[in-house]
Structure formats: structure tokens, C-alpha cells
């Protein structure tokens, strides 16, 4: 008997061993939370639900296994995931499938895929291995070289074009260049560029982003076509008042007004089911889930550790801002899911990938060696 128990505590601690509980639990109710908000969304018509619920699945399956994984490991994925991440991208410039005039899908027969998905990880992965690797002599070059192969993927997903995405992983590896300690100076510099090329960078952009933009800044100019997602969000954020009016009773959500609802605009949904005090609630988990991750970067054992924790919990925080500012009415409307609770599989299952690099590098910390 006692052998027994000894082979059950040992087979559980391999199981749970390598999964950070207050990460796993902080994750968990943010994706009840959007479980539940997407049933609301959707009055469960078309099984979304059930779907979600899979999604939730595999992506916690694709954690596991990622955290039982040390980092020095995780290291080796990098290069190869960004060399088949840039021949996808350029496969689906050349052979993708347009949807609503963006070519950001690829076609592998059996289901589609979007490749711009994988360069989340693959980019932070890359950069953070490659700083690593030069950790010892790190000069201007090398931040010059990771640069170059941060815009490489930027531009082709901004080629698609897919502004939110590209902004997204332009964001991903810009964290890791400022953790492996770009200069100040730089980064000041490069503001000042950046601030002096946004009248030209404004030509290149395309006629429906310069709108959204526009419309930012006035939506009642087009409240039937530009302005209407930023309007009928807004109205279903003030609607919730300080208590909300209750799960599935959601005026706005289920007399259809808000559009996209299951997907980047379920804030808009929860707000109006849940009021100001469910949206502190989900405001103080996020925190905690960012608080969490810059304790686990702080606590790193390498570089590598360091500067890929960092990048993933400060993407997570900007996946979640952008997602509440656009729904807010705050920044423009950009395709920017809320994360762990917005309808869809593929960026689920990448956040949970994230999430479990940073589990991976907080229970192997001590088995690293520098």
C-alpha cells in the first residue's frame, strides 16, 4: 500500500512538478472568465463554446509540455522556428488566401494556418538566443543585427497586411533588445526618428488604417461605417454602469450591436454584463498574471531567461492594453485579441505556448547552469 502511494505522489509531482501555481491559477480564471463571456456573446448558437473549451484544451496541453522543457533546450527551437516562420510568411505572400483583403492565411490542405501567429515566439526565441550568445561582448553590432532580423518578420506581416500582428511582434522583440540593455541614448534617438518619420510613415499606410485613425479621433464622423465598432463598444462599457446588468443580460451584446463580440470585442461584452467592478476584478488578475511574469524575468538564472520571460510578460501586457484602449475608444481599432479570453484557437494556443516558457523558466531556474 504504502509503495502504492509512494508511485502516485511520485507520477503527480512529475505531472504538476514543472507547472508554476500561481501562474496556472491567475491564467485559469481569466479563461473561465472568457468561457463564460463568450457564451454570453454568442447565446451559444454555434458551439463556440464547446470550441473554445478545446481550445482551452490543447493550448493548457501545449503549456504543459512546453514547461517540461528547460530553457537551455527551449534555446535550440529558436533559430529553426524563425527560418520556417520567414518561409511561411513568404509562402503566404506568394500563395495565401485573401480574407476581408488580407492575405495572412496559408492553405496546408487539411485546415489553414496563420503563420504570422508563429513569429510571437519564434521572434523573442531568436533574439533572446542570439543575445545570449554574445552575452559575453555584447557592442552596438549586435543590436544592429537583431534589429535587422526583428524587421524582416515585421515588414512581410505588415506586407499582408496585418498592422496589429506586425506591431505585435515588433513589440515581442523590442523587449527583449531593451532587456538585453539597448542604451538609453538609443532608444531616444530612435524616438526622435520615429516622432520626426510619422508624416511619411502616414502616406505608406493603407486608406482604411488612416481612417480608423481618423475616426479615432472623432468617431460621429462615419457612425455607420468606420466609427460604428469604436461607438457600440463605448455605449456597452457605460451601459454596464457600476454592477453591470448581469450574465446574459447584456442589452447591447444579445440585441447584436456590438460587433465581433466573441472575438476582439468581448471586453465590450463583459464590461456591459459585469460593470466597473467586474472589470477591476479582471484588471487585478491581469495584474497579478503581469506581476508574475516580471517576477519570474527578474528571477531568471541566464540571459536567455531573462530577456525572453521579459519580452513575453510585457506582450502580454501589450495585447491587453491595446485590446482594452481599441474596445475603449482610447486607440485605434486594431485585430488584437484579449488574451486568455477572446474566442479563437490559434492565438490561445500561443499565448498558452507563452505561458508555459515562463513556467519552464521559473521551475528549471535552479538546474540552469550560466
Known amino acids: 500500500m504504502m509503495d502504492i502511494r509512494h508511485l502516485l505522489r511520485r507520477a503527480w509531482a512529475r505531472l504538476v512538478g514543472h507547472l508554476d501555481a500561481p501562474l496556472l491559477a491567475i491564467m485559469f480564471g481569466i479563461m473561465l472568465l472568457g468561457l463564460a463571456t463568450v457564451y454570453s456573446a454568442t447565446a451559444d448558437t454555434s458551439n463556440r463554446t464547446l470550441a473554445q473549451a478545446m481550445n482551452m484544451g490543447i493550448g493548457l496541453c501545449v503549456m504543459w509540455g512546453v514547461a517540461q522543457l528547460p530553457p537551455q533546450k527551449l534555446m535550440r527551437f529558436g533559430v529553426p522556428l524563425y527560418a520556417l516562420g520567414i518561409v511561411l510568411l513568404v509562402l503566404t505572400f506568394l500563395f495565401g488566401i485573401t480574407v476581408n483583403g488580407s492575405k495572412r492565411w496559408l492553405s496546408i490542405g487539411i485546415t489553414r494556418i496563420q503563420p504570422s501567429e508563429l513569429l510571437k515566439i519564434a521572434v523573442p526565441l531568436t533574439l533572446a538566443w542570439y543575445f545570449h550568445k554574445h552575452e559575453a561582448a555584447l557592442r552596438l553590432r549586435h543590436y544592429a543585427v537583431a534589429a535587422i532580423l526583428l524587421l524582416i518578420p515585421f515588414l512581410l506581416i505588415a506586407k499582408q497586411p496585418d498592422l496589429g500582428t506586425a506591431l505585435l511582434v515588433g513589440g515581442a522583440g523590442f523587449y527583449v533588445i531593451f532587456f538585453a540593455g539597448l542604451p538609453w541614448k538609443v532608444i531616444i534617438g530612435l524616438g526622435l526618428i520615429g516622432a520626426a518619420a510619422a508624416p511619411f510613415a502616414w502616406t505608406l499606410l493603407h486608406d482604411y488604417q488612416r481612417r480608423r485613425i481618423l475616426t479615432l479621433l472623432d468617431p460621429s464622423s462615419d457612425p455607420l461605417g468606420a466609427g460604428y465598432h469604436i461607438i457600440q463598444s463605448t455605449i456597452a462599457i457605460g451601459s454596464g454602469g457600476p454592477l453591470g446588468k ?19 470585442f468581448i471586453f465590450a461584452v463583459f464590461s456591459e454584463e459585469w460593470g466597473l467592478l467586474g472589470n477591476g476584478v479582471l484588471l487585478l488578475l491581469y495584474a497579478a498574471l503581469i506581476g508574475r511574469g516580471l517576477m519570474i524575468a527578474a528571477n531568471a538564472s541566464t540571459l536567455f531567461a531573462r530577456t525572453l520571460a521579459g519580452s513575453i510578460t510585457l506582450s502580454l501586457f501589450t495585447y491587453a492594453f491595446v485590446n482594452m484602449g481599441m474596445v475603449s475608444g482610447i486607440l485605434p481599432v486594431v485585430g488584437v485579441p484579449l488574451p486568455f479570453m477572446s474566442y479563437g484557437g490559434t492565438a490561445l494556443v500561443t499565448l498558452c505556448l507563452g505561458t508555459g516558457i515562463l513556467m519552464s523558466i521559473q521551475t528549471h531556474r535552479m538546474l540552469v547552469k550560466k
Open 246 to 264: 448581469g450574465w446574459l443580460a447584456g442589452t447591447q451584446t444579445h440585441l447584436e450591436f456590438i460587433p465581433e463580440r466573441h472575438t476582439d
